[in-house]
């Protein structure tokens, strides 16, 4: 069972809209033990969910959706460099499980998540292939 109190600190950077402080999170928590799926299960994805609830009652609208998304980008990205040469596929399976959650998302909230897993090369380094 991950440190839920380490979880709650990632799902609410995320809800925060911080991307470094999401980073800092998730690197605390893979620090502490933490398996990255636990992180991605119980951290990132809790807090995207809770930006989607925010925005369903429009407290937040599709700039801060863009925000979230950026988190979960820089989460993904600690997870990836500490995972070192198992990285690449330890951030494709974390793709898959992120797809998988989004599709019961809000439309909005889902289709920015869609667009991050399927940007493939531009995922983690920022560019933009298009």
């Not at 502490?32 to 369903?56: F, L, N, R, S, T």
């Not at 600690?78 to 596929?89: K, L, M, P, R, Y």
């Amino acid at each position: 069972m991950p440190d839920m109190e380490l979880m709650e600190q990632i799902a609410h950077a995320v809800l925060e809209l911080k991307p470094h402080k999401t980073a800092e999170a998730v690197a605390t928590a893979l620090q502490a033990g933490a398996q990255p799926i636990e992180i991605i299960d119980h951290g990132v994805v809790k807090g995207m969910e809770a930006v989607g609830e925010k925005y369903q009652c429009e407290e937040m609208f599709l700039p801060e959706l863009l925000m979230a998304e950026q988190c979960m980008r820089s989460g993904l990205t600690v997870i990836e460099a500490f995972a070192g040469a198992d990285g690449e596929s330890l951030v494709d399976a974390a793709r898959q499980r992120l797809a998988e959650r989004a599709a019961s998302w809000i439309p909005a909230l889902s289709s920015c998540v869609t667009r991050l897993l399927h940007s493939s090369d531009s995922f983690l380094t920022g560019t933009n292939d298009e």
